[in-house]
């Protein structure tokens, strides 16, 4: 919670008056679907449309699989998703352990249900990102409806892991502006 443009985004979301948590979430190392999703719904509370969840990496899934759980006709106000994906990342060769991400996707993602579950999605790259290819981006824009805002030179939107990615992001007001945007 306290790394990456995490705290930047709670603070600046704060002086817009939001009520913003940034949990942390169990076992980062080695995450697994269950426990993450737990997390997340305890910190969510009851979803409604005053409800806007910001998802990095492996939280990205996480959200998904939340917004595919919620009970039919429920509806959040909006999703920002920064360096998503849409598979398991079993191509990507920094990536060593290849068990992780998979079971994020089994059995598939309803998309259609998911895209129900939230009234406006946002999606945001890089083109450089050692991890997560720009093409998920598109996938997303193409099943989600999403906006797309693809960033320069930002690497994965974390911090130097010693496997790939060398960009420290501090900041992140491409988040702040589509959270704006969602709730204008």
């Known amino acids: 919670p306290d790394s990456r443009w995490y705290p930047y985004a709670k603070r600046e979301l704060e002086t817009l008056g939001f009520e913003v948590h940034v949990p942390e979430m169990p076992d980062t190392e080695r995450p ?5 999703l737990g997390k997340l719904t305890e910190v969510a509370g009851k979803p409604d449309p005053d409800l806007f969840l910001v998802g990095h990496s492996v939280g990205v899934p996480t959200i ?3 917004l595919e759980g919620l ?11 920064v360096a998503g994906y849409t ?13 992780v991400l998979p079971p994020f996707f089994e059995p598939p993602l309803d998309w259609v249900k998911i895209k129900r579950s939230a009234k406006k999605f946002v ?10 290819s720009p093409k998920y981006a598109q996938i997303l824009k193409e099943k989600l409806g999403a906006e797309l805002i693809l960033k320069r030179g930002m690497g994965h939107f974390s911090e130097p892991d010693g496997e790939g990615d060398s960009v420290i992001v501090r900041e992140l007001p491409d988040v702040i502006e589509a959270i704006k945007k969602m709730t204008a």
């Open 87 to 99: 598979d398991g990342l079993e191509d990507v060769e920094t990536i060593e352990d290849k068990t």
């Open 71 to 81: 009970p039919e006709g429920t509806v959040i106000g909006g999703f920002v998703s």
């Open 32 to 36: 697994v679907l269950g426990p993450w």
């Open 123 to 132: 999606v945001i790259y890089s083109d450089n990102d050692p991890y997560v």
């Open 64 to 66: 998904f699989r939340y």
